[in-house]
C-alpha cells in the first residue's frame, strides 16, 4: 500500500513538471507556469513527506504510538499513518510467546537437579498502554516473567525430596504452573503453558535410585515367589488331605469288610458248633447256645477238635497228612491256622 501511494505522487509530480515545459515552450501565461511548479512542489513534498509517516500494523501484531515519548494508543492491524516528526511507534507482538530457561535448584533433601522450564503466553492486547509505562518493552516484561518462573520452580522443587520429587514428577509441571499463575495476575499476560522437563539428578544419586529400584524389584519378586511358593503348599496340603481322607475310607471300607468277613465266620463256625454239638447229644436252647451242663471237659474238648479237623478240610491243600507209626496208628491233623 505504502508502495503504491509513492507511485501515484511520483506520477502526479511527473505530470507536473510535464505541464511546466509545455506551458514555458507554448508560452503559456506566466500564472499558469507558477501553478505547475507550485503543484510539482507540492507533490515532490508529499512524496518525500507522506511515505515516511506511514506504517502497516500485521495480523498479530499491535502498536504503541507515542507522541513526544509519551504513550498515546494502541493501534492494529491495518495501515496507519502518522506525524512522523512528532511521533514513532513500537512494535508488540500478540502471538504465543515462548521462553525456555535452563535452570538448577536444589530438593528439600539437597540433592541438587538441572531442569529446563518452558513458558508460553500472550500479551493482552488491551494492556499494551500499561506494559509500555510500567516495563518500557516487550523484552523487559518478558526477563521479568523469567525471573518469576524460576523463582516459583526452584521453591515447587524445593519443598519435597528427591525420591518424591522422581515419584511425582508427572503434577510437578501442574504444581509450578499454578504458583505461576498467582504470581502473574497483574503482569497484563495470559499463560498458557508451564512446563517443568528435562529433570536430571547427579550421577551418584541416578545411580542410588536405580540400586533402590532394583532393590524393590526383587524384593516384589521375592514376595511373589512366596506367595507362590505358599499357594503351591497348601495345594498339596489339600491333594495330601484328600489322599489321607480316601485311605482313610479305603482302611475304613476294608476293616468294616473284615469285620464283616469275622463275623460271617464266627457266625459259620457257631453253626457247625450247634450242628456237631447235637450230633454229640448236646441240648441247644432257643436262642442257639450249647448247654454244657453235666458235659465233661473231653466231651466239650471232642467238638473244639471236630470243629478244628472241619477247618483243616476246608483249606487242606489236597496233601496227605502225617502218619506217625507205633504200637497204635496216630493220624496227626495240624492246626488250619499255622
Same mark, same amino acid.
Given at each position: 500500500?505504502?508502495?503504491?501511494?509513492?507511485?501515484?505522487?511520483?506520477?502526479?509530480?511527473?505530470?507536473?513538471?510535464?505541464?511546466?515545459?509545455?506551458?514555458?515552450?507554448?508560452?503559456?501565461? =506566466?500564472?499558469?507556469?507558477?501553478?505547475?511548479?507550485?503543484?510539482?512542489?507540492?507533490?515532490?513534498?508529499?512524496?518525500?513527506?507522506?511515505?515516511?509517516?506511514?506504517?502497516?500494523?500485521?495480523?498479530?501484531?499491535?502498536?504503541?504510538?507515542?507522541?513526544?515519548?509519551?504513550?498515546?494508543?494502541?493501534?492494529?492491524?491495518?495501515?496507519?499513518?502518522?506525524?512522523?516528526?512528532?511521533?514513532?511507534?513500537?512494535?508488540?507482538?500478540? =502471538?504465543?510467546?515462548?521462553?525456555?530457561?535452563?535452570?538448577?535448584?536444589?530438593?528439600?533433601?539437597?540433592?541438587?537437579?538441572?531442569?529446563?522450564?518452558?513458558?508460553?503466553?500472550?500479551?493482552?492486547?488491551?494492556?499494551?498502554?500499561?506494559?509500555?509505562?510500567?516495563?518500557?518493552?516487550?523484552?523487559?516484561? =518478558?526477563?521479568?516473567?523469567?525471573?518469576?518462573?524460576?523463582?516459583?520452580?526452584?521453591?515447587?522443587?524445593?519443598? $519435597?525430596?528427591?525420591?518424591?520429587?522422581?515419584?511425582?514428577? $508427572?503434577?510437578? $509441571?501442574?504444581?509450578?504452573?499454578?504458583?505461576?499463575?498467582?504470581?502473574?495476575?497483574?503482569?497484563?499476560?495470559?499463560?498458557?503453558?508451564?512446563?517443568?522437563?528435562?529433570?536430571?539428578?547427579?550421577?551418584?544419586?541416578?545411580?542410588?535410585?536405580?540400586? =533402590?529400584?532394583?532393590?524393590?524389584?526383587?524384593?516384589?519378586?521375592?514376595?511373589?515367589?512366596?506367595? /507362590?511358593?505358599?499357594?503351591?503348599?497348601?495345594?498339596?496340603?489339600?491333594?495330601?488331605?484328600?489322599?489321607?481322607?480316601?485311605?482313610?475310607?479305603?482302611?475304613?471300607?476294608?476293616?468294616?469288610?473284615?469285620?464283616?468277613?469275622?463275623?460271617?465266620?464266627?457266625?459259620?463256625?457257631?453253626?457247625?458248633?450247634?450242628?456237631?454239638?447235637?450230633?454229640?447229644?448236646?441240648?441247644?436252647?432257643?436262642?442257639?447256645?450249647?448247654?454244657?451242663?453235666?458235659?465233661?471237659?473231653?466231651?466239650?474238648?471232642?467238638?473244639?477238635?471236630?470243629?478244628?479237623?472241619?477247618?483243616?478240610?476246608?483249606?487242606?491243600?489236597?496233601?496227605?497228612?502225617?502218619?506217625?507209626?507205633?504200637?497204635?496208628? /496216630?493220624?496227626?491233623?495240624?492246626?488250619? $491256622?499255622?
Amino acid at each position: 500500500m505504502k508502495e503504491i501511494l509513492c507511485i501515484i505522487c511520483l506520477v502526479l509530480m511527473g505530470l507536473s513538471v510535464a505541464f511546466i515545459v509545455y506551458a514555458v515552450k507554448k508560452g503559456k501565461a =506566466k500564472n499558469q507556469i507558477i501553478v505547475g511548479i507550485v503543484l510539482a512542489l507540492v507533490f515532490g513534498i508529499t512524496l518525500l513527506i507522506f511515505p515516511i509517516g506511514l506504517y502497516q500494523v500485521e495480523t498479530g501484531e499491535a502498536v504503541v504510538l507515542k507522541s513526544f515519548g509519551e504513550a498515546k494508543e494502541s493501534v492494529h492491524a491495518g495501515l496507519h499513518w502518522r506525524f512522523w516528526p512528532r511521533d514513532n511507534v513500537e512494535y508488540y507482538d500478540l =502471538k504465543t510467546q515462548e521462553i525456555r530457561e535452563k535452570f538448577e535448584a536444589y530438593s528439600q533433601d539437597a540433592q541438587p537437579m538441572d531442569a529446563q522450564l518452558t513458558i508460553q503466553f500472550k500479551v493482552q492486547s488491551d494492556k499494551l498502554l500499561e506494559i509500555n509505562k510500567v516495563y518500557g518493552s516487550l523484552e523487559v516484561l =518478558k526477563e521479568r516473567i523469567i525471573s518469576i518462573a524460576l523463582e516459583k520452580a526452584k521453591v515447587v522443587l524445593s519443598r $519435597s525430596s528427591a525420591m518424591v520429587i522422581i515419584e511425582t514428577r $508427572s503434577s510437578l $509441571s501442574n504444581n509450578v504452573e499454578e504458583e505461576m499463575r498467582k504470581a502473574v495476575k497483574n503482569y497484563y499476560i495470559d499463560l498458557t503453558m508451564v512446563v517443568v522437563e528435562d529433570l536430571s539428578f547427579n550421577e551418584a544419586f541416578e545411580n542410588a535410585v536405580e540400586q =533402590k529400584m532394583i532393590a524393590e524389584q526383587q524384593k516384589l519378586q521375592a514376595e511373589y515367589d512366596k506367595a /507362590t511358593a505358599i499357594i503351591k503348599a497348601e495345594q498339596e496340603l489339600e491333594v495330601a488331605k484328600k489322599q489321607a481322607e480316601a485311605e482313610i475310607e479305603k482302611a475304613k471300607g476294608n476293616a468294616q469288610a473284615q469285620i464283616e468277613v469275622a463275623n460271617a465266620q464266627a457266625e459259620e463256625i457257631k453253626i457247625k458248633s450247634i450242628e456237631i454239638a447235637r450230633m454229640l447229644g448236646f441240648t441247644i436252647d432257643e436262642d442257639g447256645n450249647i448247654d454244657m451242663t453235666g458235659k465233661t471237659s473231653a466231651e466239650i474238648k471232642d467238638i473244639s477238635d471236630y470243629l478244628k479237623y472241619i477247618e483243616y478240610l476246608r483249606v487242606w491243600d489236597g496233601k496227605l497228612p502225617t502218619v506217625v507209626g507205633g504200637d497204635s496208628t /496216630t493220624i496227626y491233623i495240624p492246626d488250619p $491256622s499255622k
